[in-house]
């Protein structure tokens, strides 16, 4: 499957002169970086498209086709499908609408048989297509209202075009990186099971994340899954689990939601991490992301400079059924010589509001050295006059090269806060808003590994 993500010669079949229009859109999403290849408009009405030229047919252009895009009406899709058929395209990503999801079953009929055919692999119909980091962009949203993301390690498999690319533009904005995102609506002879196991083999990819109404083959499915996320965690939220949510999902995307609690107990047996909501899933998607050292067991040390944060700390973790590490004498000692003397050393460590940035280096550091810790959960209150964001953010880049254990941060307040989480971010370190998100993340995180 890999021209789908790493196509060098693409045809946009539809590719059009008028601005806005959906082969508008995608035509220009190949011109220039990151996409490396050769791109061509096929248009039988236009000379050319966007200073290209455009070929009346397929047959017209010279050399081999990785990849064809369609993306003009349904009703002449069954005709576009014969000419790559023809023409030995054996990749085609269908972002036309108007089949089984409209209850069109006779062009859906017609369409899958004209694909077996010619031995033709299809994302879609009725879909967004493929992101790659690599540069195969089919998504008909431009990019000044779809932001992009930065090349990285999640790939992102969405049954829904329209609430995956919310949530890919939404993490583009919080700063995740994705190496895939693919949207593949009804599923004609793609579907997310084969998408899945395509990732778990793709070194690209270090984490799956999935979006699903409906899933077609319930048993192969669990089995691929099962094996996957022995490797690598796969994260996945489930649309219609409501009874009217479900009977909307025919209309959307042609498939059967059923009931919620069966694939519940079905993504628990295959190893699949549950996000009830798109908060829970951007916070296990930050600390997958991440975090790339594997957790010694649960034990937790919380650092905060806000004594109310260290006891919201200790109610979250006892919540998700973690653990409060038990410091040893030798490092509670070493930080009593380095620390005022009412600061309060255990756990939780309390650095007290006039916390600098050195208390934060010394107490991580030492933390860090103790075999009692397996995780450090330091909070950042940026409210308290001397929590320096120049300095912080120096120190937690330094740390991050040092630190042998998972460190996750937390930050909450406005502006300043947000601004300060988005710059910890960028270090590499998850910072997370509240101390609940935090342990909630982090329950998942321990689990994988253990």
Same mark, same amino acid.
């Given at each position: 499957?890999?021209?789908?993500?790493?196509?060098?010669?693409?045809?946009?079949?539809?590719?059009?002169?008028?601005?806005?229009?959906?082969?508008?859109?995608?035509?220009?999403?190949?011109?220039?970086?990151?996409?490396?290849?050769?791109?061509?408009?096929?248009?039988?009405?236009?000379?050319?498209?966007?200073?290209?030229?455009?070929?009346?047919?397929?047959?017209?252009?010279?050399?081999?086709?990785?990849?064809?895009?369609?993306?003009?009406?349904?009703?002449?899709?069954?005709?576009?499908?014969?000419?790559?058929?023809?023409?030995?395209?054996?990749?085609?990503?269908?972002?036309?609408?108007?089949?089984?999801?409209?209850?069109?079953?006779?062009?859906?009929?017609?369409?899958?048989?004209?694909?077996?055919?010619?031995?033709?692999?299809?994302?879609?119909?009725?879909?967004?297509?493929?992101?790659?980091?690599?540069?195969?962009?089919?998504?008909?949203?431009?990019?000044?209202?779809?932001?992009?993301?930065?090349?990285?390690?999640?790939?992102?498999?969405?049954?829904?075009?329209?609430?995956?690319?919310?949530?890919?533009?939404?993490?583009?904005?919080?700063?995740?990186?994705?190496?895939?995102?693919?949207?593949?609506?009804?599923?004609?002879?793609?579907?997310?099971?084969?998408?899945?196991?395509?990732?778990?083999?793709?070194?690209?990819?270090?984490?799956?994340?999935?979006?699903?109404?409906?899933?077609?083959?319930?048993?192969?499915?669990?089995?691929?899954?099962?094996?996957?996320?022995?490797?690598?965690?796969?994260?996945?939220?489930?649309?219609?689990?409501?009874?009217?949510?479900?009977?909307?999902?025919?209309?959307?995307?042609?498939?059967?939601?059923?009931?919620?609690?069966?694939?519940?107990?079905?993504?628990?047996?295959?190893?699949?991490?549950?996000?009830?909501?798109?908060?829970?899933?951007?916070?296990?998607?930050?600390?997958?992301?991440?975090?790339?050292?594997?957790?010694?067991?649960?034990?937790?040390?919380?650092?905060?400079?806000?004594?109310?944060?260290?006891?919201?700390?200790?109610?979250?973790?006892?919540?998700?059924?973690?653990?409060?590490?038990?410091? !040893?004498?030798?490092?509670? %000692?070493?930080? +009593? @010589?380095?620390?005022?003397?009412? *600061?309060? =050393?255990?756990?939780? /460590?309390? $650095?007290?509001?006039?916390?600098?940035?050195?208390?934060?280096?010394? !107490?991580?550091?030492?933390? %860090?050295?103790? +075999? @009692?810790?397996?995780?450090?959960? *330091?909070? =950042?209150?940026?409210? /308290?006059? $001397?929590?320096?964001?120049?300095?912080?953010?120096?120190?937690?880049?330094?740390?991050?090269?040092?630190?042998?254990?998972?460190?996750?941060?937390?930050?909450?307040?406005?502006?300043?806060?947000?601004?300060?989480?988005?710059?910890?971010?960028?270090?590499?370190?998850?910072?997370?808003?509240?101390?609940?998100?935090?342990?909630?993340?982090?329950?998942?995180?321990?689990?994988?590994?253990?």
């Amino acid at each position: 499957m890999k021209n789908f993500f790493q196509a060098k010669r693409v045809a946009i079949i539809g590719a059009s002169k008028e601005e806005g229009k959906v082969g508008n859109v995608i035509f220009q999403n190949f011109l220039g970086l990151p996409f490396k290849g050769e791109v061509f408009a096929v248009n039988p009405t236009a000379e050319e498209v966007m200073g290209y030229p455009a070929y009346k047919k397929l047959k017209d252009i010279p050399g081999k086709i990785d990849l064809a895009v369609i993306a003009i009406p349904a009703k002449y899709v069954i005709k576009a499908v014969e000419e790559c058929g023809k023409e030995k395209i054996k990749n085609l990503i269908i972002i036309s609408a108007g089949f089984k999801e409209i209850g069109n079953k006779k062009l859906d009929n017609q369409l899958q048989k004209m694909l077996s055919k010619y031995k033709i692999k299809c994302i879609g119909p009725n879909c967004l297509g493929v992101y790659s980091s690599q540069g195969v962009d089919t998504l008909f949203l431009p990019k000044f209202r779809l932001k992009r993301p930065k090349p990285g390690t999640i790939s992102f498999v969405s049954q829904s075009g329209a609430s995956g690319s919310a949530i890919l533009d939404l993490a583009a904005e919080q700063g995740y990186g994705f190496s895939k995102f693919i949207s593949y609506g009804n599923a004609m002879n793609i579907n997310e099971t084969d998408l899945i196991e395509y990732l778990g083999e793709d070194k690209e990819t270090k984490v799956i994340c999935l979006y699903v109404e409906g899933i077609s083959d319930g048993k192969r499915f669990l089995d691929v899954c099962r094996k996957i996320s022995r490797k690598k965690p796969i994260i996945a939220i489930k649309g219609g689990i409501s009874k009217k949510a479900s009977q909307a999902t025919l209309s959307h995307t042609g498939s059967m939601a059923g009931q919620a609690e069966i694939y519940f107990g079905a993504f628990k047996q295959a190893g699949i991490i549950t996000a009830h909501n798109l908060e829970e899933m951007f916070d296990y998607l930050r600390i997958f992301e991440k975090i790339h050292i594997k957790p010694k067991g649960k034990k937790i040390q919380v650092i905060t400079n806000g004594g109310g944060y260290g006891i919201l700390s200790t109610d979250a973790i006892e919540h998700f059924e973690l653990e409060m590490a038990e410091p !040893s004498k030798k490092t509670t %000692n070493s930080l +009593k @010589n380095k620390m005022p003397a009412i *600061a309060v =050393i255990k756990n939780p /460590t309390d $650095l007290l509001g006039d916390a600098n940035t050195q208390r934060y280096k010394d !107490s991580i550091t030492a933390y %860090n050295k103790d +075999k @009692n810790v397996d995780i450090i959960m *330091a909070t =950042i209150l940026p409210q /308290t006059p $001397l929590i320096g964001e120049k300095s912080i953010i120096a120190a937690l880049k330094e740390l991050k090269k040092q630190i042998k254990k998972p460190l996750v941060t937390i930050t909450t307040g406005s502006k300043y806060a947000k601004e300060l989480r988005k710059k910890i971010e960028k270090t590499g370190i998850p910072c997370f808003e509240f101390p609940y998100n935090a342990a909630r993340a982090l329950k998942e995180f321990t689990s994988f590994f253990s």
